[in-house]
């Protein structure tokens, strides 16, 4: 396994030009742009001595609906590893080109909260290359560690659209998991995805414009994976444990604007949610969503 370390945030701007390279005609298929890797890379990305802005923070805590602490939120850490996934994406020895990866699921297991005075050291890596009923999975694996410990981890599962390549190898963690339905209601406003990406970094263009998610075959912009999962877990600030299992399925892509209503069941110590929309007499799922001990 090579490690590469990484000083400071890369710019998420230059990644996010590069990535789009292989979808242009004709420069798609030039060498040094056309992704090439049968496998994930053996190639593990770094970052140490990673530190919390806590304008930035409070920003991020305001559009995704956190109360400010003395810990981070839940799924403060994938911030600052997201630069890192884009990074790791842009390798030609990557199998799929960054363009047109669908986030489909997202599991983050927190050992303990890190404070916002810690510093803490990241590390993200490609791993799971397997088939799906619509094409192909791989996974990115985040770590984060503080003073030599594990404290925070995330998978972070893609699906590369194509011929199906057979059924899963494993279950979904959420196979067979309904939404629970709610009366929470959010207005969700147009320039959301803009909002978030300001704060993450993840410009994607799906998220951004009507104009820019035409392009990709949305319809208007959609609401950014995480940001329904921070909301969501916003939502449930104070309830769950400090060390805890997240685990959410991206069923339907959020159009924007919107409203969407958040669902939520407890079953002894487990939390099951759901984000969902109603249209005269049909709900669509968006996400659901289940929260555990670790």
């Known amino acids: 396994m090579t490690t590469r370390t990484v000083d400071g945030a890369p710019s998420t701007l230059p990644l996010y030009l590069r990535a789009a390279l292989p979808a242009l005609p004709g420069i798609g298929s030039l060498p040094g742009v056309r992704h090439s890797g049968r496998d994930v890379p053996d190639l593990t990305l770094r970052r140490e001595g990673v530190g919390t802005d806590l304008r930035e923070l409070a920003e991020y805590a305001r559009v995704c609906g956190f109360p400010l602490g003395s810990d981070l939120p839940v799924t403060y850490p994938h911030m600052a590893a997201f630069a890192l996934h884009l990074q790791l994406m842009c390798d030609t020895a990557f199998p799929f080109a960054p363009m047109g990866l669908v986030h489909l699921r997202n599991t983050i297991v927190q050992h303990r909260p890190i404070g916002t005075g810690e510093t803490f050291d990241v590390e993200v890596r490609g791993a799971r290359l397997r088939p799906h009923p619509k094409g192909r999975l791989v996974d990115i694996d985040t770590s984060v560690t503080a003073s030599g410990a594990l404290v925070w981890e995330e998978v ?40 978030y990406a300001a704060v993450s970094g993840d410009r ?46 991206f069923r339907r892509p959020v159009l924007l604007p919107t409203t969407v209503q958040l669902g939520t069941r407890v079953d002894d110590r487990t939390t099951t949610f759901g984000v969902t929309s109603t249209r005269g007499e049909k709900t669509s799922t968006h996400l659901v969503g289940r929260a555990a001990p670790a």
């Open 156 to 195: 972070t599962t893609l699906l590369a659209r194509g011929s199906g390549r057979g059924d899963e190898t494993s279950p979904p963690p959420l196979d067979g998991v309904d939404a629970p339905l709610g009366s929470t209601r959010w207005r969700l406003p147009a320039d959301l995805g803009r909002r």
């Open 204 to 249: 994607n263009p799906i998220h951004l414009y009507q104009v820019t998610a035409k392009a990709f075959g949305f319809p208007r912009q959609i609401a950014h994976g995480m940001w329904t999962t921070a909301r969501a877990l916003a939502a449930l600030e104070g309830r769950l444990p400090d060390a805890v299992r997240v685990d959410v399925e």
